[in-house]
């Protein structure tokens, strides 16, 4: 624990607000800026990191001039288009030609692999900079100001160390593996000694305590909630905002640091961080630019998860994501072909779930496997049964309804719960 707690405490130091404080001025400053400005900005950042990479990374000088293109043909952000877009395969395979910089200069990170196997990327001190500043000054915007206390639920510590605090941060750590009926009320009595303004966790391991909580009869006040690295279900913010007492700010960014976006103020939607990346949403995923990492560029990088976009609004132009489907390998395949989002539907209208998770096998039959409350009776099976006919079609995929126990539900290697899983990606229990 000792390790844990020096590693903990050098992070914070390192990314500490006299650090960062340059960084957190400018992102200030870009969201004051009109958005003419803003682009104005981000394509002159958008050229100097394709030019360095151009010059500097073995990588991209070769792909570029396969491609027949020239660093004097890119002159503006809307010739981004001609570049050749850069998959995650090309990263597995190139990510030491991708740097700009000797290998000395940057840190190494990973992700967590749930399409396959983790990606090893690249990270400079001025890009970690960033994107700690980004990630301050958007907390600042909903109440939260790092060294207040703050409780972390996240992936921090394992099932043998239950709690940790780091002084330095006035970070309270909790082990997101040890949550149940038993340990419940130890969660509860440090969570109300430390008196935290936010708690910060993955929404599966968030709703873990809120319903251990209720179920307990304990109720917390935390000003505000931060979750991140999983899709946040409805049922999951309902529960975890009612038991913690808490307002619910979800985020959405990537290892990879190609992309971040912040939930708004009025929830109806998430915003671009300004001048974080450049984004290109598509239909079945998205297409980002890192403007944070020269050291380590990602340009035109393709990602597989599914954005919804909303439609502008001049009252709040940054505002421009209606939610996050997840990835596209998440999707309901139905027997015509057809892909199903947005699949908390299946459970509306039913009050008796602790958990719900969804399992399509490789034939297209879905299990949807529940975790009985108590009071879970025949009409609640029989609602899911007609939600699940009502959305999707009678006939249009096979499934069975399985009450499960919560040890058999499904989650990643880093502990990451996902609503719908395909067989073909368990290993051993675990997604891979």
Known sequence: MLKKYIKETAKYLLRCYPVIQPYVKRIDAMYEMSNEDLKKRNEERFLHIFRRAYDKSPFYHRLYTKAGIKKEDITCLDDIKKLPVITKDMVKKHAAEMLTVPKWQVMAGHTSGTTGTPLTVYSSWSSIWWNQAYTYSARLRNGFKYGQPLVSLRGNLDRNTMHMKVHVSNTLYLSSYCINKDTVKAYYDMIIQHQPVAIEGYPSSLYTLALCMKEAGLKLHIPVAFTSSETLLDYQRHLIEMQLGTEIYDNYGMTEQTIYLQEAFNHQGYYELPGYSINEYLEDGEICTSLTNEAFPLIRYRS???????????????????????????????????????????????????????????????????????????????????????????????????????????????????????????????LD
Do not use: W
């Open 304 to 430: 597989n998860d599914v954005i919804e976009i909303a439609e502008l609004n001049t009252d709040s132009p940054q505002t421009i994501v209606k939610s996050i489907e997840g990835r596209k390998e998440d999707f309901l395949i139905c027997k015509d072909g057809s892909r199903v989002k947005r699949l908390g539907f299946i459970f509306k209208g039913v009050n008796h779930v602790k958990y719900g998770q969804l399992v399509q096998e490789n034939n297209g039959f879905l299990n949807v496997n529940i975790v009985p409350d108590q009071g879970f009776a025949k009409q609640d099976e029989k609602t899911v049964e007609n939600n699940v006919l009502g959305r999707i079609g009678k006939g249009n995929v096979d499934f069975k309804i399985n009450l499960v126990k919560e040890a058999d539900l499904v989650y990643t290697k880093r502990g990451k719960f996902k609503f719908l899983i395909h067989l073909s990606s368990v290993m051993g229990g675990n």
